[in-house]
């Protein structure tokens, strides 16, 4: 059987585990195609991504990287076309005419094509769309908090200003997700039922905690662990993310990155 989708990222990413995740419980069969980022300046970024030693082309462009990529990378103009963003991750149908980009789209992707074995994307147009609106905030949630995320990974001293804006993405974030949790008494996000909104979350979450757990190269008496100052505030959030952690699925996927990352310490 042909791969259904291929995806090019780098590892750990606790985003693309929304993709595998969804991938495991509906035996969709992906291909990965990753490396640490640090490396991925010696891949050719393509449909047919790879080391560039196995098999340089000239049809490559050189471009500056961006989002926490500093080194320059050899991206095709296939790549671009299909994805003209040009991050990563991204995924790709199984002939490398279409490409999918953003963690969430790939995440629905992986949902409607395994919706037969078991439904991931609500019943109806209006649970889909409920399940969107999860799914679009937590997108917000990422772009406000990146800064922060690269900031603790840059020897440059972090601003007050930037790490209290990280505050409050994530405290806006989290008391929505604790509003619906603990108003609806759902066992789930949506319903009693587990969907992409919850592997969502835990993507996300975990995105956000084990990156910002760092403290930050430069000594600023400013920083602090937003997600542990805060922890008591979101106690059905901490209890589904806890349930999801003893999933087979979810475990097989990310309990290596948490134990590598001391999430639990």
Known sequence: MKNKIRIFTYLPNPRIWKALIAADLTKVKLDIRADKPKNLSNWLWDFDAR?????????N???????????VLSKTKKFLT?????NVPVAFNSSGSIGIFESN???????????????LYGR??????????????????????QPYLLALSSKKKISKSIILE??????????????SLSLNKTKFIISNQLSIADICLFGEFFQFSIYSKRKPKNSNKNWFDIV??????????????????????????????????????
Do not use: Q, W
């Open 51 to 59: 080391p560039l030693k196995e098999k340089p082309i000239n049809d």
């Open 82 to 86: 299909l994805n003209p963003y040009g």
């Open 105 to 119: 789209s790939i995440l629905r992707l992986v949902a409607r094509i395994g919706e037969n074995e078991i439904n």
């Open 228 to 265: 542990k100052k805060h922890k008591n505030k979101y106690k059905y959030t901490h209890n589904l993310l806890n349930k999801l952690c003893k999933n087979k699925t979810f475990k097989k996927i990310a309990n290596n990155t948490l134990k590598n990352y001391k999430y639990n310490d």
């Open 61 to 71: 462009l050189l471009i500056k990287g961006t989002k926490g990529f500093s080194n």
């Open 166 to 179: 990280a505050e409050k993405a994530y405290m806006l974030y989290m008391n929505g997700i604790e509003t």
């Open 124 to 145: 109806n147009n209006f649970i889909k769309s409920r399940i969107d609106s999860f799914l679009d905030t937590s997108l917000v949630f990422g772009c406000t908090t």
